[in-house]
């Protein structure tokens, strides 16, 4: 994500887990288009990785408890979407998921 010209910071959530954020993400598709916000994901120390079923945004962007969001366990400024991951974990595959989730949002 560095790569690509983001910031990435470490975040301990309230929940106690570690979560790496993406920040100012823009949406470009959907009904979000042109919307900005940090993603996390959460950090596992699993080998090989394996992302978990979820992807987290700042600020909420969706009124909660549509498109499979909840509150989130990092705090309550973020939205937990649940969306499952069922590629190889590359950065590539990862940044499309995420894109993708936000994307679909009708």
Avoid at 53 to 74: E, K
Wanted: aromatic share 8%; net charge positive.
């Amino acid at each position: 994500m560095r790569g690509l010209g983001f910031t990435v910071d470490p975040l301990r959530g309230v929940d106690g887990q570690e979560y790496t954020v993406i920040g100012s993400v823009t949406v470009k598709t959907g009904a979000l288009r042109g919307q900005t916000c940090d993603v996390a994901i959460q950090r596992s120390g699993s080998i090989p990785w394996i992302p978990p079923a979820a992807i987290h945004t700042r600020p909420i962007l969706v009124p909660m408890g549509t498109a499979a969001t909840q509150a989130s366990g990092i705090g309550p400024e973020w939205q937990y979407w649940s969306r499952r991951f069922d590629r190889p974990a590359t950065p590539t595959n990862l940044w499309t998921h995420i894109l993708t989730v936000l994307g679909e949002v009708t």
